[in-house]
């Protein structure tokens, strides 16, 4: 089984001096490729750079270059200029991280919404596809893709611990759904099980968003507590699980569609 994972955060400072490591340990779990995630123009550079630096011979490794809403506020107007230089890179397959959090509030909204639209603008003239992040945001997520969604060639919810009807939304806006190991949590992800089997094949994604979101039903787990792509197996029993598949089916057709969705090369 050959494996995808679309959201590793690799720059991440837990992970300095271990990237390589990593990435093996991933490979040899069956993880083929991996998509390194950018959540500002300086980490969508880094991701960018690890790329490079660990993956000259083998495309085992792309990147996706964005704006996350936590950094929104940062969004000036020589920050397209940048963005659009990363994006041309070939490395770089997906705008994004970008979105709306109204979670946590890290920018305010009004500038949320802006450094979005700006990167909308930008995937629809590139026509790459998005990689975005919403938290108790549905709403208003759904309202600016609406207006741009035939533009764009594809979009993914990733990261998706939502509730039904945000899931039905998503979908009948013809968005791509990651999850993650929220699904293994049995504190938080339970309402996951039964929505997972209503995510069309063609449609649905895996994730590791390593470090974060260790998946709780991981046995042993590791001593530092920390995720990695190496883990995405787990993701993927479970998620296989509850939409009562085989773990060979479900690795084939989610890897089959993270291929189509960032035009990856074949692993």
Request: charged share 25%.
């Given at each position: 089984?050959?494996?995808i994972d679309?959201?590793?955060?690799?720059t991440?400072s837990?992970?300095?001096g271990?990237q390589a490591a990593i990435v093996?340990?991933a490979?040899?779990?069956g993880?083929?490729?991996?998509?390194l995630?950018?959540t500002s123009?300086?980490?969508s550079?880094?991701?960018?750079?690890?790329c490079?630096e660990?993956?000259?011979?083998?495309?085992?490794?792309?990147?996706?270059?964005?704006v996350?809403p936590?950094?929104a506020?940062?969004w000036t107007s020589?920050s397209?200029?940048q963005?659009?230089q990363?994006l041309?890179e070939?490395?770089?397959?997906?705008?994004?991280e970008?979105g709306?959090?109204f979670n946590?509030?890290f920018?305010p909204?009004?500038?949320?919404?802006?450094?979005l639209?700006a990167?909308?603008?930008?995937?629809?003239e590139?026509?790459?596809?998005?990689f975005?992040?919403e938290?108790d945001?549905?709403?208003?997520?759904?309202g600016i893709l609406k207006?741009l969604?035939?533009?764009?060639?594809?979009a993914?919810?990733?990261?998706?611990?939502g509730?039904?009807?945000?899931l039905?939304?998503?979908?009948d806006?013809?968005l791509?759904?990651?999850?993650t190991?929220?699904?293994?949590d049995?504190r938080?992800?339970t309402?996951?099980h039964?929505?997972?089997g209503n995510i069309?094949?063609?449609?649905?994604m895996?994730e590791?968003?390593?470090p974060?979101l260790?998946?709780?039903?991981?046995?042993p787990k590791?001593?530092n507590?920390?995720?990695e792509p190496?883990?995405?197996?787990?993701?993927?029993?479970?998620?296989a699980l509850?939409?009562?598949?085989?773990l060979?089916?479900?690795?084939?057709?989610?890897?089959?569609?993270a291929?189509a969705?960032f035009?990856?090369s074949q692993?």
């Open positions: 089984m050959q494996l679309i959201g590793v955060n690799l991440n837990s992970f300095h271990q093996e340990r490979v040899e779990a993880v083929s490729r991996m998509v995630t950018g123009l300086e980490v550079e880094q991701a960018l750079a690890l490079h660990l993956d000259a011979p083998g495309q085992h490794l792309f990147a996706t270059a964005g996350h936590h950094d506020k940062s020589d397209e200029r963005l659009r990363l041309a070939q490395r770089v397959v997906a705008v994004g970008c709306l959090d946590r509030d920018s909204r009004p500038l949320q919404e802006k450094a639209e990167q909308l603008a930008l995937a629809a590139l026509q790459l596809p998005v975005l992040h938290r945001a549905s709403e208003r997520l759904l207006n969604r035939d533009h764009l060639p594809a993914v919810v990733h990261c998706f611990t509730e039904r009807a945000a039905f939304a998503y979908l806006l013809d791509h759904i990651g999850i190991g929220w699904i293994c049995e938080r992800g309402h996951l039964p929505l997972v069309p094949t063609g449609r649905l895996l590791s968003d390593a974060y260790l998946p709780r039903s991981l046995r590791p001593k507590g920390r995720n190496a883990f995405l197996p787990e993701v993927l029993r479970e998620v509850h939409r009562g598949e085989s060979e089916q479900t690795a084939a057709h989610t890897t089959a569609t291929e969705f035009q990856l692993g």
